[in-house]
């Protein structure tokens, strides 16, 4: 049977939020302490023991939870909930990039505005320095 068609085969979920996180196996091996040739062998395992889930799941960023329900359908709901503690301020606790508290073009105006005010504030320096020679 082939493993794309298999739901609950987690080293092809760990593979592919893997590649969705643009890392190699190599790059995942190192984390893990591992060789290439496991995180293939990991991939290609329909199961895996509890603690080593832990532990790729640690190093690709996610929680165990996002790799043993991963979907392709539902990756987005599974990339907004992704573990991260420094952005927990979304639903249940879980970052969620669609609610923003401020409206980013509001901020770039913002920088736009100071950088301008402080060039404003150079070209008033220079000025006077060139006067008082």
């Known amino acids: 049977m082939n493993t794309a068609t298999k739901p609950n085969?987690?080293?092809?979920?760990i593979s592919r939020?893997?590649?969705?996180?643009?890392?190699?196996?190599?790059?995942?091996?190192?984390?893990?302490?591992?060789?290439?040739?496991?995180?293939?062998?990991?991939?290609?395992?329909?199961?895996?023991?509890?603690t080593k889930l832990a532990e790729v799941a640690k190093a690709l960023g996610v929680s165990v939870e996002a790799i043993k329900?991963?979907?392709?359908?539902?990756?987005i709901n599974y990339f907004n909930s992704f573990y991260d503690n420094s952005t927990s301020t979304g639903i249940?606790?879980?970052?969620?990039?669609?609610?923003?508290?401020?409206?980013?073009?509001?901020?770039?105006?913002e920088l736009y505005e100071r950088m301008l005010h402080?060039?404003?504030?150079?070209?008033e320096y220079l000025e006077k320095l060139l006067k008082d020679k």
């Open 69 to 75: 329900n991963f979907t392709e359908e539902n990756m």
């Open 92 to 109: 249940n606790g879980m970052f969620n990039p669609t609610h923003c508290t401020f409206n980013p073009l509001d901020k770039v105006i």
């Open 17 to 50: 939020i893997r590649e969705l996180k643009d890392m190699k196996q190599e790059a995942l091996a190192q984390a893990l302490g591992i060789s290439q040739q496991t995180v293939s062998a990991i991939e290609n395992s329909e199961t895996i023991e509890d």
């Open 9 to 13: 085969h987690i080293g092809r979920k």
């Open 118 to 123: 402080a060039e404003k504030e150079k070209v």
